[in-house]
C-alpha cells in the first residue's frame, strides 16, 4: 500500500473549523511525503488546531502557489520539497542567514503583514540524527553527492559542526562551483573541495540526490568502493531503505537512514512555526508514529 492509499491516521482526533491554521509541504511529485501522517498526531499531542496538507505543483505553479499562499489569513506555514528548494530562496520576501548559507530554503512561514520568510533545518536535523545515531561529525572526513537543496544545506550545516574536510560530487558543473564558492565564503576554516570518483579516507558518505527515490533509479555511487569502515547515508525517507543502503547494509557496511533526519526536523519545524510543544518530547513522539 502507498503513503497515497494509506488511510489517515488522525481521524477523530479534532475536526477542522474555521479557527483551524493551515500548513503543509509543497513539492512534486508529493505522493512519498511522510507528514500528512505524522504531523496531524504531532498537532494533536501539542493540542494545536491545526492541519498538515500537500500541495504538488511543478517549478511553472510555484511563483503562482506563493503568490496565493501570501494571501491566505490562515496559512501558519509550509515546508518544502524537491524539486522547489533552491528555487524557493528567489521567491521570497526575506531568508534567514542560515538559508543564505545553504542556498536553498526548506521550511517558509506566513507573518502577520503576509511577507512568506525562508529558513533551512534541512542539515541541522541531518546532523543531529548523525550524532543521535552515535556518528562523530566533529572532525571527520566527509564525502557528499549532491549541492541541490539539502546537499547544499547538509553541507553548510556539517561546515558549522566542524568537520575536519568536506569533500563534494555534483554532476552539474555550476551548481558546485557556487556551491563551494558559498561554503568557503561562509566557512573558511573547513577544506572543501570537489572531487569526481570515491575518495578514499573517508568516515561518512552521504547521497544527498534524489536517486533511489523511484523504483530503477541509478545508485549515486557504488558503496563497494568505499573504505569498510565508511558509513554509508542517505537524505531518502521513503523507501525508508534504499537500493543504496541496502546494499552498503548487505556487505556489512553500517548505514542511516534518512528517517533519523525527520525524527529531528520536527521540533525546528514547531518552534519555527511558534507551536508550543507543551514540554513533549518531540523526537521521541515521531520515533513512535512510526
Request: net charge neutral.
Amino acid at each position: 500500500m502507498t503513503p497515497a492509499e494509506q488511510p489517515p491516521l488522525f481521524t477523530g482526533l479534532f475536526q477542522v473549523n474555521g479557527a483551524t491554521r493551515l500548513y503543509g509541504t509543497i513539492g512534486d511529485p508529493i505522493r512519498q511525503l511522510r507528514m500528512t501522517a505524522i504531523m496531524p498526531q504531532v498537532f494533536a499531542a501539542v493540542g494545536a488546531n491545526a492541519v498538515w496538507l500537500p500541495f504538488e505543483g511543478g517549478s511553472d505553479l510555484l511563483p503562482l502557489m506563493l503568490e496565493a499562499l501570501a494571501k491566505m489569513r490562515n496559512l501558519g506555514g509550509f515546508t518544502v520539497t524537491i524539486p522547489h528548494k533552491t528555487a524557493m530562496l528567489d521567491l521570497l520576501g526575506r531568508a534567514t542567514p542560515r538559508a543564505l548559507a545553504a542556498g536553498s530554503v526548506n521550511l517558509v512561514r506566513r507573518d502577520g503583514d503576509g511577507t512568506l520568510i525562508g529558513d533551512n533545518v534541512d542539515g541541522v536535523s541531518f546532523v543531529r540524527g548523525l550524532e543521535a545515531q552515535g556518528h562523530r561529525v566533529r572532525d571527520a572526513s566527509i564525502w557528499l553527492v549532491g549541492l541541490g537543496g539539502a546537499g547544499g544545506a547538509i553541507a553548510a550545516a556539517l561546515c558549522e559542526a566542524g568537520i575536519g574536510r568536506l569533500l563534494v560530487t555534483e554532476i552539474q558543473d555550476s551548481r558546485a562551483s557556487k556551491g563551494i564558492d558559498r561554503l568557503l565564503h561562509h566557512y573558511p576554516d573547513v577544506p572543501v573541495a570537489e572531487v569526481s570518483s570515491p575518495p578514499k579516507g573517508i568516515n561518512i558518505a552521504i547521497n544527498a540526490t534524489p536517486l533511489g527515490l523511484k523504483p530503477g533509479d541509478p545508485q549515486s555511487f557504488d558503496p563497494m568502493t568505499l573504505d569498510p569502515e565508511t558509513v554509508v547515508a542517505d537524505v531518502i525517507m521513503s523507501p525508508a531503505e534504499t537500493p543504496l543502503l541496502q546494499r552498503a547494509r548487505t556487505h556489512g557496511r553500517r548505514i542511516h537512514h534518512g528517517r533519523h533526519m525527520l525524527d529531528h526536523q520536527v521540533p525546528l519545524y514547531l518552534d519555527w512555526f511558534g507551536i508550543d510543544t507543551k514540554g513533549i518530547d518531540i523526537v521521541r513522539l515521531v520515533r513512535s508514529i512510526g
